[in-house]
């Protein structure tokens, strides 16, 4: 989306969003590395943004809110338009017949005008829904009231998803089209500023009088704050209350985010409400007529159609008007502190009533910076009394503001008949030393006036500014940058994002930062800055200067060889919490600064670099991989011409266990002075399609710990990810060979982590878990498109218990007991080897016995071609390889069976010994075509023993 700008070069303007002056625009991700230049630069004072993505929630039906009082009276939304923004309205659905007077599609490109999702059916249904299709059970609160339709929202498995460019757009359109309301039951995470559509909810709200009311947001697992766009001030955020007036668990709370400000604004019933159905609706919703939904989603358009019951008795209000009303009469819920529900539970008979208001409704009074030495200053308040005779309030204020914080300019005040008075909340900074949020609720009582306003305060600690601002590597403000601050200590943890080149921040007194900074420069590359240390012992300016960062000059030997990838990483390990910065991308588009002190402890950059050379016929391209490891600081660029001299030389094969699938190697640079901490960098090289050769370089200044990825060819689908069982320095000078992939693939008894044995016992119970398989070469991973799992525990010949996956668990006996268990699973294709993989093990176990079992696993490592396939009347040597848990005894014994027909004969394959070692010798028939399955039993010199057996090895030709 573009705002502040009505045409940018290089953009195609698709639809008008008169909201924020601007359009959306749709560019292929492929062109924008030539077309960005000439985008940002014609894009002048106007600002790009990505088109973020909002989420619906579930929710709806109608409570006990006063609605019947307000039809009692004669007032059921009759001449009210409220817009519905959301996932569109089915309003085939009897109680919604008629009620729709217009609509429009705001993602036709994504969805059709029906309501696949179900979520506007159901919240439109809260508002205007006659009951039709429940004999008048399940009437919404404003039965007389209208809809317009802006579909905005669009079905994701189950999901409504909403782009923030259609609901501008919606937006501007349902005030143009006559609505008094807009009930906006989405939202996405609040940050710090106004985002385009709390300026949109605030700009249209001024200009037209028309009340937003908005979705506070539920608890998702991620977001832990009231919503945007509830956030906006102009808006009504709702809060979820259950049919008992309890908030629900899931109502996200506020402050919000920045000035500590009152949200959500008001609660309303939201917890399985029951409402309509979309009869276009998919198949995540039960059938019927009605479901029942839970959310804040469902709450606003209760409070919607209370406004609309309102709004028919008022007509001439406008959304100032409304929300104070609203406010003024709802019912707190003791229980709960004011960002959890605002004023309270919404009660629309109360509001109908003609009451007393306040303005404004609620008074958020923002941070009060240290050191606190400003005069006293009064925020005025004023009562309006709409009634025959004149009130008299005695006011108070409740909450938990230390003492002299905040005082009243009068305790009592009389608000004449018709008319409006004033009082001031006075604050003064100086007179308390009590830190921290403050909140409560200015009481204003008087015969049967009972007026709670909610109030917050920040009384900051001692603290100082960080004013933080950003260049481009043109001296000018970039458009695009992302500014990221971290306080890594554990107890005081604090993380902050900005997104404008400008950005003041309060921080406690002495506290320790870690600033990165992301700036696009006008030439479309990146420079990427850090701070690794501000100490805030004072106001401060941080200036990131762009002009300050450096490239990275790194060439290779190979002239022809051109730039794959670059990646950057800081890691700040020193600290309680480990925090990072990286960039990653061309090479000649990444420059890097470090604008901070240097020598610091734990600081560690990593940087790599991949070169790709031209086309081979007999190989697929070489490739070059560059790592190196700074100490102490981030790095201002980078300076490397490697010489051949000081490349090693790997030969690397990927071998083909499945056909139409492409292998994906990636290396990274585990830093040793982190014991396997931290995160570490990692790089994918180019990928080849199996079987492959290709020659890799790489330098010895790191070590590499390296995995290769299958995914189809066709669909991108990730088949097997194996890794490397250590990390490698591949000496400089000397020539390595690996090869990937290589048969026999099969389960392994590798610890699935340091120090935790595949199987075990603990106390009576063993507990299995077979999630490592290997590869002939021994590297470890999982086939991802394994399956038929069958996991069994014998005793004798009665079973102790089964499962279908990779994990068991049973109880055993105490006494020492001779036990056989048995796993086997499919590979499907495209798969052409180990289709079918079985091992049983018999061990004998007691109590006595903690931890690791006795066992044993067996791998197959055939000379093969690198298909994976061995020649018709040739011989192949088959060495056996042994994993063991830490209890197993020494390998005495062991045996292998081959089967030319897919395991229905089975012969003897001679089986030799040497120094502990063990190969098989297979000699293939002269005219055989087809599969070879192997079977090997081992015997430890404690009697335990092991058995495998795969279907279909390898291949032969």
Known sequence: MVSDATGVRGLAAGRELEAVDGFATKAPVADLAETWQTIRTSAGQGKIWADGVRKSTLDASVPMIGAPTAWAAGYDGTGVKVAVLDSGIDDTHPDLAGKVVARRNFVPEIETALDLNGHGTHVSSTIVGSGAASDGRNVGVAPGATLLDGKVCWNVEGRGNCSDSAILAAMQWAVDAGASIVNMSLGGQDAHGVDPLEQAVNDLTAEHGTLFVIAAGNYNGWQFRVGSPSTADAALSVANFDKAGELNWSSLRGPRIGDYGIKPDIGGPGTDIVAARSPSALGHLPVGSYFAGTGTSMAAPHVAGAAALLLEANPDWKATQLKETLM???????????????????DVARALGRPVTVSPPSLSLGVLEWPHVEEPSGRTLTYRNPGHQPVTLDLALEGDAPQGLLTLSASTLTVPAGGEATVQVVVDERASTSYGLFKGRLVATGGDVKLQTPFSVYHEEPAAGLAISAVDRTGQTPGTVMIELVNPDPQNYASHTFYSANASIRVPLNSSWRLSAYIENPDGTIALLTNNRIVADADREVVLDARRAKPLDITVPDRGAQPYDASVMVLRAGDPLVTYAGVSGDLAGIFTADIGPTGLPGVTTQVHAVFQGPA????APDVYHLGWRVKGSFITGLVRHVPRRDLATVHAEYAQNATGVAAWRANSTPDPDLDGGGLV???????????ARRTEYYNDDVSWL??????????????LELEAPKEVTYRAGRRHDERWNSAVLTVTLAAPYPGTPAVLRDGNTIRASLTEYADGAGHVGLPYAIGNHEFTLHRGDTLIGGYDYMYGSWEVAAEPTTYRMRYAFDLPEPYRLSRHVETVWTFTTSAGQAGALPLTSIGFRPALELDNSARAGRKVSIPLTFTQQETAGRVKSATVS?????GRTWVPARTTEKRGEFTATVEHPRKLSGFVSLRATAVDAAGNTVTTTVYRAYEVR
């Open 898 to 902: 081959v089967s030319f027909d897919d």
């Open 706 to 719: 390296s995995t290769v990825r299958e995914r189809t060819v066709a669909g991108d689908l990730l088949m």
């Open 328 to 346: 003024a009469t709802a019912a707190p819920n003791p229980a709960y502190d004011v960002f959890a529900q605002g004023t309270g539970f919404v």
């Open 681 to 691: 960098l990692s790089t994918e090289l180019p990928g080849v399609v199996t079987p």
């Open 616 to 619: 081979r016929r007999d190989r």
